[in-house]
């Protein structure tokens, strides 16, 4: 009997809850770290962008108006799923980072709890971030924190650093579009299914795959876009996309040097960068 | 209408020198820049004193005053004695109340009415507020313990010339950075007392330096290496400049921009009470206001009740003398910010929208522009889009909340938003909705150092007042 033939996965883009094609039609080769092949994946446009931007607006009212507690449920709700598969996530690991098996776990044990940590602050994070401001006068006067709105993610290498850059973006209310570029295209687009069975509405994570430094300029200069976070940037195009942002004064989150040890436990940085405060004067009186 | 007798303030109290240098280190010394401009009070046109605009040597001058001050004094001094600088300062300002007063007047035309009752006080206020964080910062939730930046360039506007100054160095000073503050043109002579009240408070040399100049200083001043902190506060467009100057440079920014606020009225409101909140919140100041509600969005059943009430109530808006008591209306603060009401008042004209303004009499000299409604304004009219920064206000109509918070948001700015009902619960709903960074329910244009402020989108991002206003000038 001959050996059976395996049937390939085909890798497509994540926008508005749906798997897309490039809609240019591009796709690129993704080789593990020893030079494989391991996949085709869809090599995302500037039109691929704008239809991501459009799916993660078109979320942000219901995600942003969900109860704290049913974002915290489903950021959860995800990270049973990556629970689920454990297996196939350390597969993928060992192919396209070349670290070994065991190496491979421990970075997605830590993804996973990552996405635990993360879930707890949904209902947290306004109890922190926000006050009551005791004003000379008649008014109960309090602040809170709200989503800023749809984020374009430039997101670093690997799943592990994938969940890091995510998390903190949506668990606030925020909807994203996210560039992984390279060969972190074959743990995203597995993330990206693990999102889509994850009770997760449509639009709130949309995935592209393709090159950072040809679609970071392009989500930089959007102006539906609200904030960019440049963590997977090349060096040289970061003060460029900077820039850009300037044209709708986004909100831009620009880790410093030292580069950031994603397995290390995080602090709020990320969480309170794309939050803006509002205060609301409320009346006193009889 | 009852008839007043003129009320003046006396303005023997405020002493102008025909001159002024910058103050750097300590001291007023005479600046390196060739160019000199003349301050005028815009309800005459007299001149009252003649300004520097700092130049490039001026410029490097005053930045390392405020370094070497920052390295030797004031970064590593403690934050029991900072803040015990930072109350002298409030008690001075409020010794010196009057006189700071007439002299924000006279140099930027606004009521002394509102200058002595709202802008003095709250100077001294937020004085005293972040004088109380100074020796707390590890309380603030920024953790255990978070750290100055350094130097910060400061840049303020003309409409709120000393209370913009102290929303800048009342945190920056608790923080433990050093400043050089850069006034407007036009309204230069109350930081340039502030100075002074600097000395009386023996602060340091070099913890405050003021610089005047022109949009030109101000680009070198934020531009400046050794500058490690930049606040703004002026329009979107110099903002998205300092954006794009400041991209990859890794200097911590904070902007507070422009607005184009609605002022939602619905048919339950207190109607006296929110024709009076629509009276302060669009011709407080001259309307010379970031935060103004410029868009008064009017439940349709209430439309004409609600216009009659409120031009009932222009007509006795009083227009004219900054320094009576009882005038409501001052001067438009200068000559080009008055050409640009004016250009933009013919564009709501040119575009089909209705204008109205009471019986109004204009002085002969300075600049004026009388209380202006618009109605019949479509959300693409510019004067519904644009930030006049004057007396005018466009009036837009409504039929259901979701209508009004549709309207609202529509603009790419979001800096504040009023909203005018009896119900509580609808209150907090709009308040939710509306994507603004301060919300008023059943009053407008108020502040309070304890509370923060700031925009959403194109009106900037960071937040100045409360615990919140502290993380501008803290390296977290």
Not at chain 1, 65 to 75: E, V
Not at chain 2, 83 to 89: D, E, G, M, P, W
Not at chain 2, 148 to 171: E, H, R, S, T, Y
Not at chain 2, 303 to 318: F, G, M, P, S, V
Request: net charge negative; charged share 20%; proline share 6%.
């Amino acid at each position: 009997m001959s050996e059976r033939l395996a049937v390939r996965k085909t890798y497509k883009l994540y926008i508005g809850g749906k798997f897309p094609r490039s809609e240019s039609g591009r796709s690129y080769v993704v080789t593990s770290s020893t030079g494989d092949f391991l996949a085709n994946a869809a090599h995302a446009s500037r039109k691929d962008a704008r239809d991501a931007v459009s799916a993660a607006r078109k979320a942000f009212g219901g995600w942003s108006g969900a109860t704290a507690y049913n974002r915290g449920q489903i950021l959860y709700r995800i990270a049973e799923m990556l629970e689920g598969r454990h297996a196939q996530f350390v597969a993928e690991t060992v192919a396209a980072e070349g670290v070994s098996a065991e190496r491979a776990g421990e970075l997605v044990d830590a993804a996973i709890d990552r996405l635990v940590w993360y879930a707890g602050w949904s209902d947290k994070v306004s109890a922190v971030a926000g006050s009551s401001n005791p004003v000379a006068g008649p008014y109960f006067n309090f602040s809170t924190p709200e989503p800023t709105g749809v984020v374009a993610v430039m997101a670093p290498q690997g799943l592990l650093g994938l969940v890091s850059v995510i998390a903190p973006v949506i668990v606030t209310g925020n909807t994203c579009v996210v560039v992984a570029d390279g060969r972190t295209a074959l743990p995203a687009v597995t993330l990206a299914e693990v999102l889509a069975t994850s009770d997760l509405p449509g639009g709130v994570v949309n995935i592209l795959t393709g090159q950072a430094a040809e679609l970071a300029p392009w989500l930089a200069s959007h102006m539906d876009v609200n904030a960019i976070d440049l963590t997977g940037v090349p060096e040289h195009l970061a003060a460029a996309c900077e820039e850009a942002a300037a044209e709708n004064l986004k909100r831009v989150f620009r880790p410093l040097p030292p580069a950031t040890d994603w397995l290390a436990t995080p602090d709020t940085k990320r969480l309170m960068a794309f939050l803006e405060t509002k205060t609301v004067w409320h009346p006193v009186g009889m | 209408m009852f008839e007043y007798a003129p009320a003046p303030e006396s303005r023997d109290i405020v002493d102008i020198q025909p001159s002024y240098g910058l103050f750097i280190n300590g001291e007023f010394v005479e600046a390196q820049g060739e160019e000199r401009a003349k301050t005028v009070n815009p309800a005459t046109e007299e001149v009252l004193a003649e300004i520097s605009y700092a130049g490039q040597a001026d410029v490097d001058r005053a930045v390392r005053a405020a370094q070497d001050a920052y390295d030797g004094v004031w970064g590593r001094m403690p934050g029991r004695e900072r803040a015990k600088y930072l109350f002298r300062i409030a008690r001075i300002i409020q010794e010196r109340a009057r006189e700071f007063a007439v002299l924000e007047s006279l140099d930027n035309g606004k009521p002394i009415r509102e200058s002595r009752d709202v802008d003095v006080p709250l100077v001294a206020a937020h004085f005293f507020y972040y004088a109380g964080w100074a020796d707390k910062l590890e309380h603030a939730g920024f953790g255990a313990n978070p750290r100055p930046l350094g130097v910060a360039g400061q840049v303020i506007p003309w409409n709120f010339p000393l209370l913009m100054l102290a929303w800048k160095i009342a945190p920056a000073l608790a923080c433990g950075n050093t400043v050089v503050l850069k006034p407007a043109e036009t309204t230069p002579l109350t930081a340039l007392l502030f100075a002074d009240v600097c000395r009386q408070a023996e602060l340091p040399p070099g913890v405050v330096n003021i610089i005047t100049g022109a949009g030109e200083t101000g680009r070198m001043l934020v531009g400046r290496e050794g500058v490690d902190k930049v606040a703004f506060t002026g329009s979107t467009e110099v903002g998205k400049q300092i954006a794009r100057t400041l991209a990859g440079t890794g200097k911590k920014l904070t902007l507070e921009l422009g607005g184009k606020a609605a002022n939602i009225v619905f048919e339950d409101a207190p109607l006296d009470q929110a024709v009076e909140g629509i009276v302060n919140g669009i011709f407080f100041n001259q309307g010379h206001v970031c935060c103004a509600g410029s868009r008064l969005l009017v439940q349709e059943s209430i439309q004409d009740e609600l216009l009659d009430a409120l031009k009932r109530r222009l007509a006795t808006l009083r227009l004219g003398d900054p320094l009576d008591k009882n005038t409501d209306i001052g001067a438009i603060n200068s000559a080009a910010q008055l050409d640009k009401i004016r250009e933009l008042s013919r564009a709501g004209e040119e575009e089909g929208a209705e204008r109205w303004s009471p019986p109004c009499e204009l002085p002969d000299r300075g600049y004026w522009f009388p209380p202006t409604l618009f109605t019949g304004v479509a959300q693409s009219h510019r004067i519904a889009r644009e930030e006049i920064f004057g007396p005018v206000l466009s009036v837009l109509t409504f039929r259901t909340p979701a209508e009004a918070i549709e309207k609202a948001n529509n603009t790419p700015f979001g800096l504040s938003a009023g909203v005018w009902t009896e119900k509580g619960s609808r209150i907090l709903w709009m308040a939710q909705r509306l994507r603004a960074g301060v919300v008023w329910a059943n009053t407008f244009n108020r502040f309070d150092p304890a509370s923060p402020f700031g925009g959403y989108k194109e009106s900037g991002f960071g937040r100045e007042g409360g615990r919140h206003g502290l993380e501008a000038y803290l390296d977290v």
